[in-house]
């Protein structure tokens, strides 16, 4: 009863309210609501590792480009907890929200044109998701909002100021995401006269110039997020990439305001208005793009959220009207209505409630046994991103054949946890348990944990292939081991017994071909061995050596061509 009257009261209030004054009461709620839902939301493991990142503030990272990593930089100077990664993601929101709005509103903005704009923006389930959790999403959204915003303005008066604002606005969105790109690439091609202006030129060589720095980090690190993109992503085509692309889209959207969007972009083709067709171009063409690249892979539903901007602007425009107020009130409303409650939902539950959703538990019960000896995960990048977050204690991952490379590989933490004490904590249950290993049980998780005196990791030792040949039915390779670490390395040490094996992925498909045992000696610190392994030949596609621990199968060579192929 209580809740209807602070409603009946709000609505009387916003009846008499000046437009403008309405549109900031109603920011301010939406910024307060995704404050209230940082706060109590559990942290989603990836945002864990981006706060790792904005510990190590580089021009680049193996996954994304740096925004993020200033983002939770900024925020953890501030706030700790969820706040010290969220904060900022919750005001460039704020500012993401202003600036579609100047992007569209008239000069006498009505009241019903405010909550029009509020009703279309809050029923966008990703785009109101990105409003609190912190991915590189969050400032690719917000600087496409300013994109579209400087790009109105230039088409109303092409003025050197917002030519060079453009530049700088589009290299911001470089740095937060690659498929920025994407943004500029459907916008000129919706104004094919942007090629003749020289304005414009500057605009993209001033952007070219501010990205200079990422590249030169790309090149000094043999361009490991291209690789990650381009290459490591693809994957032997399958029907079901295609089919569910689409209903992936619904639920990023949400299906009415995507159908009417799609369908908005086909009866408005032909339109003359610039800004107009920019949105039309950048939403097609971005649907259809990830559409197509389905052939190499699956593609995240996440990948178009950036469309959520012009498509709030095309459906503001097209809903604001009188004979389609019917559209708004029973197609949109209700998805806006229901994501709202769910922001009212969330901080009501309680972080006590909410917490056992989350990894905090987990962490929790892993440093418990552990202490403070360094962890090493057998897992995934994100395990140790998440225990230093919620514990402050130190920890890195080993990558394997069977898992991608990540940021752990350029920082490269567990050089300095050779040869120490360590924890090596893994799944509970896996078809590659951990060697002498005990499986912890407790009320929030399972783990497996081994307590080792002297760590030997194997991820960094450098295999170089220097001859590889066909010898009837056996493939021989002389290869070349660099140990990079400060300490010996050992073929027969007691915890850590190495073997190597030739790995090879196809279509996604991985697997192995274990190399005869290798002979009982030492790698010296910093030092080379050369080695003769006479195998079974491998199919007609490229390979990898991989050293392996018994405790992680690591790849430590580039791919080597199949001499079969020749």
Same mark, same amino acid.
């Given at each position: 009863?209580?809740?209807?009257?602070?409603?009946?009261?709000?609505?009387?209030?916003?009846?008499?309210?000046?437009?403008?004054?309405?549109?900031?009461?109603?920011?301010?709620?939406?910024?307060?609501?995704?404050?209230?839902?940082?706060?109590?939301?559990?942290?989603?493991?990836?945002?864990?590792?981006?706060?790792?990142?904005?510990?190590?503030?580089?021009?680049?990272?193996? &996954?994304?480009?740096?925004? @993020? %990593? $200033? +983002?939770? #930089?900024?925020?953890?100077?501030?706030?700790?907890?969820?706040?010290?990664? /969220?904060?900022?993601?919750?005001?460039?929101?704020?500012?993401?929200?202003?600036?579609?709005?100047?992007?569209?509103?008239?000069?006498?903005?009505?009241?019903?044109?405010?909550?029009?704009?509020?009703?279309?923006?809050?029923?966008?389930?990703?785009?109101?998701?990105?409003?609190?959790?912190?991915?590189?999403?969050?400032?690719?959204?917000?600087?496409?909002?300013?994109?579209?915003?400087?790009?109105?303005?230039?088409?109303?008066?092409?003025?050197?100021?917002?030519?060079?604002?453009?530049?700088?606005?589009?290299?911001?969105?470089?740095?937060?995401?690659?498929?920025?790109?994407?943004?500029?690439?459907?916008?000129?091609?919706?104004?094919?006269?942007?090629?003749? &202006?020289?304005?414009?030129? @500057? %605009? $993209? +060589?001033? #952007?070219?110039?501010?990205?200079?720095?990422?590249?030169?980090?790309?090149? /000094?690190?043999?361009?490991?997020?291209?690789?990650?993109?381009?290459?490591?992503?693809?994957?032997?085509?399958?029907?079901?990439?295609?089919?569910?692309?689409?209903?992936?889209?619904?639920?990023?959207?949400?299906?009415?305001?995507?159908?009417?969007?799609?369908?908005?972009?086909?009866?408005?083709?032909?339109?003359?208005?610039?800004?107009?067709?920019?949105?039309?171009?950048?939403?097609?063409?971005?649907?259809?793009?990830?559409?197509?690249?389905?052939?190499?892979?699956?593609?995240?539903?996440?990948?178009?959220?950036?469309?959520?901007?012009?498509?709030?602007?095309?459906?503001?425009?097209?809903?604001?009207?009188?004979?389609?107020?019917?559209?708004?009130?029973?197609?949109?409303?209700?998805?806006?209505? $229901? +994501?709202?409650?769910?922001?009212?939902?969330?901080?009501?539950?309680?972080?006590?409630?909410?917490?056992?959703?989350?990894?905090?538990?987990?962490?929790?019960?892993?440093?418990?046994?552990?202490?403070?000896?360094?962890?090493?995960?057998?897992?995934?990048?994100?395990?140790?991103?998440?225990?230093?977050?919620?514990?402050?204690?130190?920890?890195?991952?080993?990558?394997?054949?069977?898992?991608?490379?990540?940021?752990?590989?350029?920082?490269?933490?567990?050089?300095?946890?050779?040869?120490?004490?360590?924890?090596?904590?893994?799944?509970?249950?896996?078809?590659?348990?951990?060697?002498?290993?005990?499986?912890?049980?407790?009320?929030?998780?399972?783990?497996?944990?081994?307590?080792?005196?002297?760590?030997?990791?194997?991820?960094?030792?450098?295999?170089?292939?220097?001859?590889?040949?066909?010898?009837?039915?056996?493939?021989?390779?002389?290869?070349?081991?660099?140990?990079?670490?400060?300490?010996?390395?050992?073929?027969?040490?007691?915890?850590?017994?190495?073997?190597?094996?030739?790995?090879?992925?196809?279509?996604?498909?991985?697997?192995?071909?274990?190399?005869?045992?290798?002979?009982?000696?030492?790698?010296?610190?910093?030092?080379?061995?050369?080695?003769?392994?006479?195998?079974?030949?491998?199919?007609?596609?490229?390979?990898?050596?991989?050293?392996?621990?018994?405790?992680?199968?690591?790849?430590?060579?580039?791919?080597?061509?199949?001499?079969?192929?020749?």
């Amino acid at each position: 009863m209580l809740r209807c009257l602070y409603i009946f009261i709000f609505c009387t209030f916003a009846a008499v309210m000046k437009p403008q004054r309405l549109f900031c009461i109603l920011l301010i709620l939406w910024v307060i609501a995704d404050l209230m839902v940082a706060i109590f939301t559990p942290l989603h493991a990836d945002e864990a590792y981006y706060a790792l990142y904005g510990r190590h503030l580089d021009w680049g990272y193996y &996954d994304h480009p740096p925004m @993020v %990593a $200033l +983002l939770t #930089a900024v925020s953890s100077a501030l706030f700790k907890g969820n706040l010290s990664v /969220r904060f900022l993601t919750v005001l460039l929101h704020g500012g993401t929200l202003c600036l579609i709005w100047r992007s569209i509103v008239s000069e006498s903005p009505t009241r019903r044109d405010v909550l029009t704009f509020f009703a279309v923006a809050a029923s966008f389930v990703m785009f109101s998701v990105y409003g609190f959790v912190t991915t590189p999403d969050a400032p690719l959204l917000f600087f496409t909002a300013l994109f579209f915003f400087l790009y109105r303005r230039y088409l109303d008066k092409p003025a050197w100021p917002l030519a060079l604002a453009l530049g700088v606005t589009l290299a911001a969105m470089l740095y937060s995401k690659y498929m920025a790109v994407l943004v500029l690439g459907f916008v000129v091609l919706s104004n094919p006269k942007l090629l003749k &202006d020289p304005k414009a030129w @500057v %605009a $993209l +060589l001033v #952007a070219a110039v501010l990205f200079v720095p990422h590249i030169v980090w790309q090149f /000094r690190n043999d361009f490991p997020s291209f690789q990650y993109h381009l290459a490591d992503r693809s994957r032997q085509f399958m029907l079901r990439y295609p089919l569910e692309y689409i209903p992936n889209q619904l639920l990023v959207f949400n299906p009415v305001c995507l159908a009417l969007a799609l369908w908005i972009c086909w009866k408005r083709r032909n339109t003359d208005d610039l800004f107009e067709r920019a949105g039309i171009f950048t939403i097609a063409g971005f649907i259809l793009f990830f559409w197509v690249m389905t052939v190499r892979g699956h593609a995240e539903p996440h990948w178009t959220v950036a469309v959520s901007i012009p498509m709030i602007i095309l459906l503001y425009r097209a809903l604001r009207t009188p004979e389609r107020r019917n559209l708004l009130v029973r197609g949109v409303v209700p998805f806006a209505v $229901l +994501l709202v409650l769910g922001r009212i939902v969330l901080p009501v539950l309680g972080s006590e409630k909410l917490h056992l959703i989350g990894n905090q538990p987990r962490m929790a019960d892993i440093q418990r046994y552990c202490g403070d000896t360094p962890v090493v995960f057998t897992t995934s990048f994100q395990d140790p991103s998440l225990y230093w977050f919620y514990t402050g204690k130190e920890a890195t991952v080993i990558s394997s054949f069977y898992s991608r490379r990540t940021q752990f590989d350029l920082w490269q933490s567990d050089l300095e946890l050779q040869g120490k004490r360590v924890c090596l904590v893994g799944e509970s249950e896996t078809k590659r348990p951990i060697p002498g290993s005990e499986i912890i049980r407790t009320p929030n998780t399972a783990f497996a944990m081994r307590e080792v005196e002297a760590f030997q990791g194997a991820n960094r030792l450098a295999v170089t292939v220097t001859k590889c040949r066909i010898d009837g039915d056996t493939m021989r390779l002389e290869m070349n081991i660099h140990n990079p670490y400060t300490l010996d390395y050992r073929f027969h040490h007691p915890d850590f017994p190495t073997v190597l094996f030739l790995g090879f992925i196809r279509d996604g498909f991985h697997d192995a071909i274990m190399c005869p045992e290798l002979p009982d000696i030492a790698i010296p610190a910093g030092g080379d061995v050369t080695l003769t392994q006479s195998v079974s030949p491998l199919p007609d596609f490229p390979f990898v050596v991989c050293v392996d621990n018994y405790v992680c199968r690591s790849v430590n060579s580039k791919p080597i061509k199949s001499p079969l192929t020749e």
